[in-house]
DNA sequence: GCCCTTGTTGACCGTCTGGTCAAGAGCGGC
DNA sequence: GCCGCTCTTGACCAGACGGTCAACAAGGGC
Protein backbone atom coordinates (compact mmCIF):
# COMPACT_ATOMS: atom_id res chain seq x y z
CA UNK A 1 0.00 0.00 0.00
CA UNK A 2 3.09 2.05 0.19
CA UNK A 3 3.70 3.99 -2.87
CA UNK A 4 0.43 3.20 -3.90
CA UNK A 5 -0.89 5.68 -1.63
CA UNK A 6 1.39 8.26 -2.93
CA UNK A 7 0.56 7.84 -6.22
CA UNK A 8 -2.99 7.96 -6.14
CA UNK A 9 -2.76 11.29 -4.16
CA UNK A 10 -1.19 12.67 -7.09
CA UNK A 11 -3.12 10.89 -9.57
CA UNK A 12 -6.36 12.15 -7.49
CA UNK A 13 -4.65 15.95 -7.00
CA UNK A 14 -3.68 16.06 -10.97
CA UNK A 15 -7.49 15.55 -11.72
CA UNK A 16 -8.80 17.80 -9.52
CA UNK A 17 -6.44 20.68 -10.28
CA UNK A 18 -6.43 20.11 -14.20
CA UNK A 19 -10.34 21.18 -13.79
CA UNK A 20 -9.58 23.88 -11.61
CA UNK A 21 -6.51 25.52 -10.06
CA UNK A 22 -4.02 24.59 -7.40
CA UNK A 23 -5.70 27.12 -5.39
CA UNK A 24 -9.01 26.23 -5.83
CA UNK A 25 -8.59 22.57 -4.29
CA UNK A 26 -8.07 22.56 -0.90
CA UNK A 27 -5.37 19.71 0.44
CA UNK A 28 -8.62 17.99 2.42
CA UNK A 29 -10.92 18.02 -0.78
CA UNK A 30 -8.07 16.15 -2.35
CA UNK A 31 -7.54 13.68 0.63
CA UNK A 32 -11.13 13.05 0.77
CA UNK A 33 -10.92 12.25 -3.47
CA UNK A 34 -8.13 10.33 -2.70
CA UNK A 35 -9.77 8.35 0.39
CA UNK A 36 -6.71 9.37 2.65
CA UNK A 37 -6.07 11.46 5.64
CA UNK A 38 -4.14 14.40 5.95
CA UNK A 39 -1.55 13.26 7.97
CA UNK A 40 -0.85 10.60 5.52
CA UNK A 41 0.08 13.23 2.30
CA UNK A 42 1.63 14.99 4.47
CA UNK A 43 3.93 11.95 5.01
CA UNK A 44 4.48 11.73 1.84
CA UNK A 45 4.64 15.86 0.91
CA UNK A 46 6.25 18.33 2.79
CA UNK A 47 4.26 20.82 2.19
CA UNK A 48 0.93 21.69 -0.62
CA UNK A 49 3.51 23.28 -2.79
CA UNK A 50 5.89 20.02 -3.24
CA UNK A 51 2.39 18.45 -4.33
CA UNK A 52 1.64 21.05 -6.72
CA UNK A 53 5.18 20.32 -7.97
CA UNK A 54 4.55 16.78 -8.12
CA UNK A 55 0.84 17.47 -10.09
CA UNK A 56 2.99 19.63 -12.45
CA UNK A 57 5.56 16.64 -13.06
CA UNK A 58 2.33 14.36 -13.57
CA UNK A 59 1.23 16.54 -16.27
CA UNK A 60 4.27 16.52 -17.68
CA UNK A 61 4.22 12.71 -17.80
CA UNK A 62 1.12 12.77 -19.26
CA UNK A 63 1.70 15.19 -21.97
CA UNK A 64 4.63 13.72 -22.80
CA UNK A 65 3.16 9.97 -23.56
CA UNK A 66 0.51 12.03 -26.01
CA UNK A 67 3.89 13.50 -27.39
CA UNK A 68 5.63 10.18 -27.76
CA UNK A 69 2.37 8.72 -29.13
CA UNK A 70 2.23 10.98 -31.85
CA UNK A 71 6.23 11.73 -32.61
CA UNK A 72 6.88 7.72 -32.22
CA UNK A 73 5.90 6.06 -34.94
CA UNK A 74 7.69 6.88 -38.76
CA UNK A 75 5.44 9.18 -40.58
CA UNK A 76 6.23 12.62 -41.89
CA UNK A 77 7.17 15.61 -39.60
CA UNK A 78 4.43 17.25 -40.03
CA UNK A 79 1.90 14.43 -40.09
CA UNK A 80 3.41 13.57 -36.53
CA UNK A 81 2.43 17.02 -35.61
CA UNK A 82 -1.04 16.97 -36.46
CA UNK A 83 -1.47 13.89 -34.50
CA UNK A 84 0.05 15.54 -30.99
CA UNK A 85 -2.65 18.51 -32.19
CA UNK A 86 -5.59 16.09 -32.37
CA UNK A 87 -3.86 13.78 -29.61
CA UNK A 88 -4.16 17.20 -27.43
CA UNK A 89 -7.66 18.33 -28.50
CA UNK A 90 -8.99 15.10 -27.83
CA UNK A 91 -7.67 15.23 -24.34
CA UNK A 92 -9.05 18.37 -23.33
CA UNK A 93 -12.76 16.89 -25.14
CA UNK A 94 -12.39 13.52 -22.86
CA UNK A 95 -11.65 15.77 -19.58
CA UNK A 96 -14.61 17.46 -20.17
CA UNK A 97 -17.05 14.42 -20.39
CA UNK A 98 -15.06 13.37 -16.96
CA UNK A 99 -15.46 16.86 -15.29
CA UNK A 100 -18.44 18.89 -16.56
CA UNK A 101 -16.57 21.20 -17.75
CA UNK A 102 -13.44 22.18 -20.37
CA UNK A 103 -10.32 22.38 -18.44
CA UNK A 104 -7.58 23.90 -20.41
CA UNK A 105 -4.09 23.16 -20.73
CA UNK A 106 -2.94 20.99 -17.77
CA UNK A 107 1.07 22.98 -18.14
CA UNK A 108 -0.33 26.52 -19.34
CA UNK A 109 -3.08 26.63 -16.59
CA UNK A 110 -0.51 25.60 -13.79
CA UNK A 111 2.15 27.84 -15.56
CA UNK A 112 -0.44 30.93 -15.86
CA UNK A 113 -1.30 30.46 -11.99
CA UNK A 114 2.35 30.15 -10.36
CA UNK A 115 4.54 31.75 -12.15
CA UNK A 116 3.86 34.95 -10.27
CA UNK A 117 5.08 33.26 -7.05
CA UNK A 118 8.28 32.05 -7.73
CA UNK A 119 9.94 28.99 -6.33
CA UNK A 120 11.02 25.93 -7.94
CA UNK A 121 7.93 25.56 -9.64
CA UNK A 122 8.56 28.79 -12.13
CA UNK A 123 11.95 26.86 -13.15
CA UNK A 124 10.35 23.73 -13.53
CA UNK A 125 7.96 24.95 -15.91
CA UNK A 126 10.00 26.71 -18.16
CA UNK A 127 12.26 23.68 -18.13
CA UNK A 128 9.17 21.57 -19.34
CA UNK A 129 8.27 24.40 -21.50
CA UNK A 130 11.53 24.18 -23.28
CA UNK A 131 11.51 20.00 -23.24
CA UNK A 132 7.77 20.35 -25.56
CA UNK A 133 9.19 22.78 -27.54
CA UNK A 134 11.93 20.42 -28.84
CA UNK A 135 9.23 18.40 -29.79
CA UNK A 136 8.27 20.94 -32.22
CA UNK A 137 11.90 21.98 -32.99
CA UNK A 138 13.23 18.76 -34.37
CA UNK A 139 9.89 18.15 -36.52
CA UNK A 140 10.16 21.32 -37.99
CA UNK A 141 13.55 20.90 -39.01
CA UNK A 142 12.86 17.56 -40.76
CA UNK A 143 9.81 19.01 -42.33
CA UNK A 144 11.89 21.72 -43.81
CA UNK A 145 15.29 19.21 -44.94
CA UNK A 146 12.09 16.92 -46.59
CA UNK A 147 11.22 20.05 -48.39
CA UNK A 148 7.76 20.06 -46.62
CA UNK A 149 7.90 23.60 -45.39
CA UNK A 150 9.65 26.69 -46.92
CA UNK A 151 13.62 26.94 -46.40
CA UNK A 152 12.34 30.05 -44.39
CA UNK A 153 11.10 28.78 -41.38
CA UNK A 154 13.02 29.01 -38.41
CA UNK A 155 12.27 25.78 -36.46
CA UNK A 156 12.90 27.32 -33.28
CA UNK A 157 11.01 30.73 -33.14
CA UNK A 158 8.04 28.64 -35.01
CA UNK A 159 7.57 26.28 -32.16
CA UNK A 160 7.14 28.69 -30.08
CA UNK A 161 4.60 30.15 -31.63
CA UNK A 162 3.07 26.59 -31.51
CA UNK A 163 3.04 26.09 -28.26
CA UNK A 164 1.75 29.56 -27.54
CA UNK A 165 -0.96 28.91 -30.25
CA UNK A 166 -2.10 25.30 -28.69
CA UNK A 167 -2.10 27.24 -25.11
CA UNK A 168 -4.29 29.51 -26.18
CA UNK A 169 -6.73 27.90 -28.22
CA UNK A 170 -7.07 25.82 -24.79
CA UNK A 171 -7.60 28.64 -22.47
CA UNK A 172 -10.38 29.84 -25.04
CA UNK A 173 -11.58 26.28 -25.38
CA UNK A 174 -11.88 26.56 -21.24
CA UNK A 175 -13.29 29.77 -21.21
CA UNK A 176 -15.90 28.98 -24.20
CA UNK A 177 -16.43 25.70 -22.47
CA UNK A 178 -16.03 24.34 -26.04
CA UNK A 179 -13.16 21.69 -26.44
CA UNK A 180 -13.52 21.68 -30.44
CA UNK A 181 -11.65 25.06 -30.19
CA UNK A 182 -8.62 23.24 -29.52
CA UNK A 183 -8.96 20.89 -32.34
CA UNK A 184 -8.95 23.95 -34.79
CA UNK A 185 -5.71 24.53 -33.67
CA UNK A 186 -4.59 22.23 -36.24
CA UNK A 187 -5.75 24.69 -38.94
CA UNK A 188 -3.53 27.61 -37.18
CA UNK A 189 -0.16 25.34 -36.84
CA UNK A 190 -0.41 24.87 -40.11
CA UNK A 191 -0.70 28.77 -41.14
CA UNK A 192 2.09 29.14 -38.74
CA UNK A 193 4.12 26.65 -40.56
CA UNK A 194 3.75 28.86 -43.72
CA UNK A 195 1.21 26.14 -45.38
CA UNK A 196 -2.43 27.11 -46.51
CA UNK A 197 -4.73 25.86 -44.18
CA UNK B 1 -14.86 61.53 -2.12
CA UNK B 2 -17.65 59.39 -2.73
CA UNK B 3 -16.46 58.03 -6.21
CA UNK B 4 -12.89 58.73 -6.06
CA UNK B 5 -12.71 55.81 -3.59
CA UNK B 6 -14.66 53.10 -5.34
CA UNK B 7 -12.12 54.25 -8.67
CA UNK B 8 -9.10 53.74 -6.66
CA UNK B 9 -10.16 50.14 -4.84
CA UNK B 10 -10.58 48.84 -8.31
CA UNK B 11 -7.50 50.62 -10.20
CA UNK B 12 -6.04 49.11 -6.91
CA UNK B 13 -7.26 45.95 -7.37
CA UNK B 14 -6.56 45.58 -11.07
CA UNK B 15 -2.84 46.13 -10.71
CA UNK B 16 -2.33 43.57 -7.95
CA UNK B 17 -4.70 41.02 -9.69
CA UNK B 18 -3.12 41.59 -12.62
CA UNK B 19 0.23 40.89 -10.76
CA UNK B 20 -0.80 37.52 -9.58
CA UNK B 21 -4.15 36.61 -9.70
CA UNK B 22 -7.37 36.80 -8.12
CA UNK B 23 -7.25 34.25 -5.63
CA UNK B 24 -3.91 35.48 -4.20
CA UNK B 25 -4.97 39.01 -3.30
CA UNK B 26 -6.84 39.12 -0.36
CA UNK B 27 -9.21 41.91 0.40
CA UNK B 28 -7.50 43.19 2.86
CA UNK B 29 -4.55 43.42 0.60
CA UNK B 30 -6.43 45.54 -2.03
CA UNK B 31 -7.29 47.93 1.26
CA UNK B 32 -4.32 48.26 2.18
CA UNK B 33 -2.89 49.23 -1.23
CA UNK B 34 -5.77 51.54 -1.36
CA UNK B 35 -5.66 52.79 1.64
CA UNK B 36 -9.31 51.90 3.05
CA UNK B 37 -10.92 50.06 5.23
CA UNK B 38 -12.11 46.67 4.52
CA UNK B 39 -15.84 48.04 5.51
CA UNK B 40 -15.60 50.53 3.26
CA UNK B 41 -14.70 48.44 0.12
CA UNK B 42 -17.91 46.04 1.49
CA UNK B 43 -19.90 49.67 0.78
CA UNK B 44 -19.06 49.49 -2.92
CA UNK B 45 -18.95 45.92 -3.43
CA UNK B 46 -21.07 43.03 -2.29
CA UNK B 47 -18.30 40.76 -2.52
CA UNK B 48 -14.70 40.18 -3.82
CA UNK B 49 -16.40 38.59 -7.01
CA UNK B 50 -18.03 41.45 -7.58
CA UNK B 51 -14.73 43.29 -6.82
CA UNK B 52 -13.81 40.47 -9.73
CA UNK B 53 -16.04 41.87 -11.91
CA UNK B 54 -14.88 45.49 -11.66
CA UNK B 55 -11.98 44.44 -12.05
CA UNK B 56 -12.68 42.14 -15.26
CA UNK B 57 -14.25 45.15 -16.54
CA UNK B 58 -11.40 47.15 -15.77
CA UNK B 59 -8.83 45.12 -17.77
CA UNK B 60 -11.32 45.05 -20.26
CA UNK B 61 -11.39 48.59 -20.72
CA UNK B 62 -7.70 49.19 -20.60
CA UNK B 63 -7.72 46.58 -23.39
CA UNK B 64 -10.62 48.46 -25.21
CA UNK B 65 -8.45 51.59 -25.05
CA UNK B 66 -5.29 49.90 -26.47
CA UNK B 67 -7.19 48.56 -29.45
CA UNK B 68 -9.23 51.71 -30.23
CA UNK B 69 -5.82 53.91 -30.36
CA UNK B 70 -4.65 51.03 -32.91
CA UNK B 71 -7.69 50.54 -34.84
CA UNK B 72 -8.91 54.48 -34.74
CA UNK B 73 -6.77 56.49 -37.26
CA UNK B 74 -6.82 55.53 -41.13
CA UNK B 75 -4.03 53.47 -41.70
CA UNK B 76 -4.06 50.06 -43.55
CA UNK B 77 -5.78 47.13 -41.43
CA UNK B 78 -2.91 45.19 -41.07
CA UNK B 79 -1.02 47.96 -39.63
CA UNK B 80 -3.93 48.36 -37.06
CA UNK B 81 -2.95 44.94 -35.89
CA UNK B 82 0.36 45.65 -35.82
CA UNK B 83 0.04 48.43 -33.89
CA UNK B 84 -2.39 46.83 -31.86
CA UNK B 85 0.51 43.68 -31.03
CA UNK B 86 3.05 46.64 -30.25
CA UNK B 87 0.71 48.42 -28.05
CA UNK B 88 -0.04 44.85 -26.15
CA UNK B 89 3.50 43.85 -25.77
CA UNK B 90 4.23 47.45 -24.55
CA UNK B 91 1.68 47.01 -21.88
CA UNK B 92 3.43 43.61 -21.16
CA UNK B 93 7.06 45.57 -20.93
CA UNK B 94 5.77 48.30 -18.83
CA UNK B 95 3.88 46.17 -16.43
CA UNK B 96 7.03 43.64 -15.99
CA UNK B 97 8.71 47.68 -14.81
CA UNK B 98 6.42 48.87 -12.33
CA UNK B 99 5.80 45.41 -11.06
CA UNK B 100 9.11 43.47 -11.30
CA UNK B 101 7.60 40.55 -12.88
CA UNK B 102 6.19 39.78 -16.52
CA UNK B 103 2.44 39.72 -15.80
CA UNK B 104 0.43 38.15 -18.69
CA UNK B 105 -2.66 38.56 -20.68
CA UNK B 106 -4.96 40.84 -18.07
CA UNK B 107 -8.22 38.98 -19.58
CA UNK B 108 -6.40 35.60 -20.47
CA UNK B 109 -5.25 35.24 -16.85
CA UNK B 110 -8.61 35.66 -15.50
CA UNK B 111 -10.47 33.77 -18.16
CA UNK B 112 -7.98 30.76 -17.44
CA UNK B 113 -8.53 31.25 -13.19
CA UNK B 114 -12.38 32.15 -13.30
CA UNK B 115 -13.84 30.23 -15.89
CA UNK B 116 -14.21 26.99 -14.09
CA UNK B 117 -16.15 28.26 -11.59
CA UNK B 118 -19.97 29.62 -13.27
CA UNK B 119 -21.59 32.68 -12.44
CA UNK B 120 -21.84 36.06 -13.91
CA UNK B 121 -17.80 36.25 -14.54
CA UNK B 122 -17.94 33.20 -17.31
CA UNK B 123 -20.29 34.87 -19.48
CA UNK B 124 -19.11 37.93 -19.17
CA UNK B 125 -15.67 37.08 -19.96
CA UNK B 126 -16.73 34.74 -23.11
CA UNK B 127 -18.60 38.49 -24.19
CA UNK B 128 -15.40 40.22 -24.00
CA UNK B 129 -13.81 38.02 -26.06
CA UNK B 130 -15.74 38.53 -29.08
CA UNK B 131 -15.77 41.48 -28.71
CA UNK B 132 -12.48 41.31 -28.66
CA UNK B 133 -12.09 38.98 -31.85
CA UNK B 134 -14.55 41.67 -33.60
CA UNK B 135 -11.84 44.17 -33.89
CA UNK B 136 -9.42 41.69 -35.74
CA UNK B 137 -12.42 40.66 -37.82
CA UNK B 138 -13.26 43.47 -39.50
CA UNK B 139 -9.67 44.48 -40.15
CA UNK B 140 -9.01 41.03 -41.49
CA UNK B 141 -12.16 41.23 -43.80
CA UNK B 142 -10.96 44.57 -44.60
CA UNK B 143 -7.59 43.34 -45.75
CA UNK B 144 -9.13 40.82 -47.74
CA UNK B 145 -11.68 43.42 -49.61
CA UNK B 146 -8.39 45.37 -50.29
CA UNK B 147 -6.42 42.50 -51.52
CA UNK B 148 -3.88 42.19 -49.07
CA UNK B 149 -4.68 38.69 -48.00
CA UNK B 150 -5.47 36.02 -49.55
CA UNK B 151 -9.48 35.60 -50.67
CA UNK B 152 -9.25 32.21 -48.67
CA UNK B 153 -8.55 33.70 -45.74
CA UNK B 154 -11.22 33.24 -42.90
CA UNK B 155 -11.93 36.50 -40.72
CA UNK B 156 -13.58 34.74 -38.00
CA UNK B 157 -11.20 32.09 -38.15
CA UNK B 158 -8.25 33.61 -38.51
CA UNK B 159 -9.68 36.53 -35.31
CA UNK B 160 -9.72 33.35 -33.09
CA UNK B 161 -6.40 32.63 -34.08
CA UNK B 162 -5.37 35.33 -33.46
CA UNK B 163 -6.54 36.02 -29.76
CA UNK B 164 -5.75 32.45 -29.23
CA UNK B 165 -2.15 33.31 -29.92
CA UNK B 166 -1.91 36.56 -28.37
CA UNK B 167 -3.24 34.70 -24.88
CA UNK B 168 -0.82 32.11 -25.25
CA UNK B 169 2.48 34.34 -25.94
CA UNK B 170 1.75 36.21 -23.06
CA UNK B 171 1.20 33.52 -21.16
CA UNK B 172 4.90 31.94 -22.38
CA UNK B 173 5.90 35.63 -21.64
CA UNK B 174 4.89 35.25 -17.49
CA UNK B 175 6.32 32.09 -17.50
CA UNK B 176 9.92 32.76 -18.81
CA UNK B 177 9.47 36.05 -17.54
CA UNK B 178 10.37 37.70 -20.62
CA UNK B 179 8.46 40.73 -21.99
CA UNK B 180 9.22 40.93 -25.16
CA UNK B 181 7.96 36.99 -25.98
CA UNK B 182 4.46 38.82 -26.75
CA UNK B 183 6.09 41.16 -29.10
CA UNK B 184 7.06 37.75 -31.43
CA UNK B 185 3.56 37.38 -31.55
CA UNK B 186 3.47 39.94 -34.44
CA UNK B 187 5.41 37.77 -36.57
CA UNK B 188 2.91 34.70 -35.44
CA UNK B 189 0.35 36.97 -36.60
CA UNK B 190 1.22 37.61 -39.41
CA UNK B 191 1.78 34.12 -40.65
CA UNK B 192 -2.12 33.16 -39.41
CA UNK B 193 -2.88 35.94 -41.92
CA UNK B 194 -0.99 33.67 -44.75
CA UNK B 195 1.57 36.25 -45.06
CA UNK B 196 5.50 35.66 -45.39
CA UNK B 197 6.99 36.91 -41.80
C1' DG C 1 9.10 -13.23 18.90
C1' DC C 2 11.21 -8.93 18.63
C1' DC C 3 12.41 -4.63 16.50
C1' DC C 4 12.57 -1.06 13.35
C1' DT C 5 11.04 1.19 9.48
C1' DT C 6 7.33 2.83 6.80
C1' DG C 7 2.75 4.21 6.59
C1' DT C 8 -1.73 5.63 8.84
C1' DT C 9 -4.89 7.77 11.90
C1' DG C 10 -7.66 11.55 13.72
C1' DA C 11 -7.68 15.02 16.76
C1' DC C 12 -5.66 19.40 17.14
C1' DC C 13 -3.69 24.31 16.18
C1' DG C 14 -2.74 29.01 14.66
C1' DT C 15 -3.63 31.88 11.05
C1' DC C 16 -5.70 34.00 7.38
C1' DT C 17 -9.79 34.73 4.85
C1' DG C 18 -14.09 36.78 3.17
C1' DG C 19 -17.60 39.06 5.24
C1' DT C 20 -20.54 41.73 9.03
C1' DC C 21 -22.03 45.40 11.83
C1' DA C 22 -23.13 49.13 14.89
C1' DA C 23 -21.49 53.50 15.50
C1' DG C 24 -19.89 57.59 13.83
C1' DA C 25 -18.08 61.50 10.13
C1' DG C 26 -19.03 64.62 6.62
C1' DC C 27 -21.93 67.12 4.00
C1' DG C 28 -25.65 69.01 1.09
C1' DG C 29 -30.56 70.39 1.26
C1' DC C 30 -34.13 72.70 3.70
C1' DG D 1 -29.58 74.05 13.16
C1' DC D 2 -31.40 69.93 12.05
C1' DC D 3 -32.14 66.07 9.13
C1' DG D 4 -30.94 62.31 6.15
C1' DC D 5 -27.98 60.31 3.07
C1' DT D 6 -23.57 58.54 1.69
C1' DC D 7 -19.37 57.12 3.16
C1' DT D 8 -15.96 55.52 6.71
C1' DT D 9 -14.28 53.29 10.71
C1' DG D 10 -12.45 49.43 13.36
C1' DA D 11 -13.58 45.84 15.97
C1' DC D 12 -15.52 41.51 15.33
C1' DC D 13 -16.97 36.69 13.53
C1' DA D 14 -17.32 32.01 11.77
C1' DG D 15 -15.26 29.06 8.92
C1' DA D 16 -11.78 27.20 6.02
C1' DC D 17 -7.26 26.51 5.32
C1' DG D 18 -2.43 24.50 5.50
C1' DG D 19 0.08 22.14 8.61
C1' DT D 20 1.41 19.30 13.11
C1' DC D 21 1.70 15.60 16.23
C1' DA D 22 1.71 11.65 19.26
C1' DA D 23 0.00 7.37 19.04
C1' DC D 24 -0.85 3.42 16.61
C1' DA D 25 -0.82 -0.50 12.62
C1' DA D 26 1.77 -3.49 9.44
C1' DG D 27 5.09 -6.21 8.03
C1' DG D 28 9.57 -7.67 6.70
C1' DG D 29 14.47 -8.87 8.41
C1' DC D 30 17.03 -11.15 11.82
Known sequence: MARDTRERIVRVARDLVHGASMAQVSVEEIC???GVHKGSLYH??????????AVLDANWA???????????D???????????????????????ERMGA???CPLG???AEV?????????????????????????VREARGRGDVGPAVDADEVAV?????????????????????????????????????
Chains 1, 2 share one sequence.
Not at 64 to 71: K, Q
Not at 116 to 139: H, N
Open 102 to 104: TPG
Open 32 to 34: AAA
Open 74 to 96: DVPPLVRIDRFVDGYAGMLALMR
Open 161 to 197: HILAHLQGMATMARAYDRPELAGRARGGVRMLLGLPA
Open 62 to 72: LMRALLEEAFG
Open 115 to 139: SSRDGEMRTRIVRIMDAWARYFVEA
Open 44 to 53: FFPSKDALGV
Open 109 to 111: NLA
